[in-house]
C-alpha cells in the first residue's frame, strides 16, 4: 500500500489549453474525491465517486471540468480551456467508506497535482 | 460564507509547551470534526477526529475538545515538538453530504526548540 498517487506532480499550461491529472487512489478504497486548493485557503470539494459512479459535484465544478472513474479504480479529472483562476493545488483523496452515508469518514490525501496557468 | 474559521492564521509556541489551535463553525447540522496537518509540498494528513456526541478526544500528546453550544473545537498539543510545526486545518461534515468536507484556511504552528 503506498497510499494515494498523484501525477503529474506540477503542470504549467498556457491559458486555453487542456490538462489532465490522474489519482490512483489506494487500492480497494471504494470512494475517491477531489479537492482543489488555492494559496491561502483550505482545500474545497469538487466532486466525488463511489466505485465508478460519480455521486456529488460541487457548484465550484464548472462545465470546463470533467472527471472520470471508469473502472473504479484510478479517476481522472480534466480542465478544459484552463484559465489562469484555476491554477491551484488540485487533490484526490480516497477512503473505504460504503454506500453507509457515515459521518466518521477519513480521508487519505495525496501529494496533490500543483497547476500553473500562464 | 465561510461555515468553519479559523481566525488565527499563524501561531509560535516554544517546545514543550503547549500549542492550542481553535477552528469556529457556523453550520449546526456539523456532526464530526476533523483536524488535518499538512507539510509543505505534501497532502493533508489526518490527525484526529471527534463526532458532536462527544466533547472531548485524546490520541497520545493530541486531544480534541468540543463546545457545541460555542460552535468551537480546539486542538490542544502537549507538549509540542518542532516536527509538529506544519499547517493544521479544521475540517466538518454531516451525514447528508456523504463524505464531504468543509475545511477551515488554516492555521501554521511554529514550535521552536
Known amino acids: 500500500d503506498t497510499g494515494v498517487s498523484q501525477n503529474p506532480r506540477h503542470k504549467i499550461t498556457k491559458r486555453g489549453q487542456n490538462v489532465t491529472f490522474r489519482c490512483d487512489p489506494i487500492?480497494?478504497?471504494?470512494?475517491l474525491y477531489w479537492y482543489r486548493q488555492t494559496l491561502g485557503q483550505g482545500p474545497e470539494f469538487l466532486t466525488y465517486?463511489?466505485?465508478?459512479?460519480?455521486?456529488?459535484k460541487s457548484r465550484l465544478l464548472s462545465d470546463r471540468f470533467s472527471a472520470e472513474r471508469p473502472k473504479g479504480s484510478f479517476s481522472t479529472l480534466e480542465i478544459q480551456r484552463t484559465e489562469q483562476g484555476d491554477s491551484a493545488m488540485y487533490l484526490c483523496?480516497?477512503?473505504?467508506?460504503?454506500?453507509?452515508?457515515?459521518?466518521?469518514?477519513?480521508?487519505?490525501f495525496g501529494s496533490g497535482t500543483q497547476l500553473s496557468v500562464l | 460564507d465561510q461555515q468553519v474559521k479559523q481566525n488565527s492564521p499563524s501561531l509560535s509556541v516554544q517546545e514543550g509547551r503547549i500549542s492550542i489551535l481553535n477552528c469556529d463553525y457556523t453550520?449546526?447540522?456539523?456532526?464530526?470534526f476533523l483536524w488535518y496537518k499538512k507539510y509543505p509540498a505534501e497532502g493533508p494528513t489526518f490527525l484526529i477526529s471527534?463526532?458532536?456526541?462527544?466533547d472531548k478526544n485524546e490520541d497520545g500528546r493530541f486531544t480534541v475538545f468540543l463546545n457545541k453550544s460555542a460552535k468551537h473545537l480546539s486542538l490542544h498539543i502537549v507538549p509540542s515538538q518542532p516536527g509538529d510545526s506544519a499547517v493544521y486545518f479544521c475540517?466538518?461534515?454531516?451525514?447528508?453530504?456523504?463524505?464531504?468536507?468543509?475545511f477551515g484556511k488554516g492555521t501554521k504552528l511554529s514550535v521552536k526548540p
Open positions: 453550520n449546526s447540522m456539523f456532526d464530526y
Open positions: 475540517a466538518a461534515n454531516y451525514g447528508g453530504s456523504q463524505g464531504n468536507l468543509i
Open positions: 487500492s480497494e478504497h471504494n470512494r
Open positions: 465517486f463511489q466505485n465508478e459512479a460519480q455521486l456529488e
Open positions: 471527534i463526532s458532536s456526541i462527544k
Open positions: 483523496a480516497s477512503s473505504d467508506r460504503g454506500r453507509v452515508i457515515a459521518t466518521n469518514e477519513k480521508l487519505f
